[in-house]
């Protein structure tokens, strides 16, 4: 079931002694876990659904307390756990925008529709998320998330346009 399930934070540790948790947030929406009744935690490799009590913000991270934890030492297990989401939870994306784990899995091409290899993860960094791409050649390449690289995303056909750019190919 993790596997159709969508990452909307990870919980970086305790806060106070209530059993709350801090979450980082994974979603291009913080304020979406204000309508989160039940989370999934990923402990482990295993699933663990939780209650959502409350949620507050404070400063880029959210404060989650669940109905199943009250004190600080219940909660201490939770430490770098991935927070999921169902897709019915997910939310709505507009026209042209996918969910980064979807990319995963689409075969990528260049601009004249050579095919270039498959994308086999998707890095979310502090600017831009990055696609692995694994080539038809056999090596791995990354392929920054930005405009001048990923001319499309077209997930109901799983292709990804990409413009190889200067010095990319050169590792």
Known sequence: MIDDMLRVGVVTKPHGLKGEVKVY???SDPKRFKDLDVVCLVVNEKELPLHVETVKFFKNQVIVKFKEYGTIEEVEFLRNCDMMVSREDAI?????EYFLYDVIGCKVVDEQGESLGEVKEVYETGANPVFEVKLDAGKT???PVIDECILSVDIEQKIVKAHVMEGLMDI
């Open 25 to 27: 947030p994974t979603t």
């Open 92 to 96: 709505e994306l507009k026209e042209g």
């Open 141 to 143: 390449v990354l392929f």
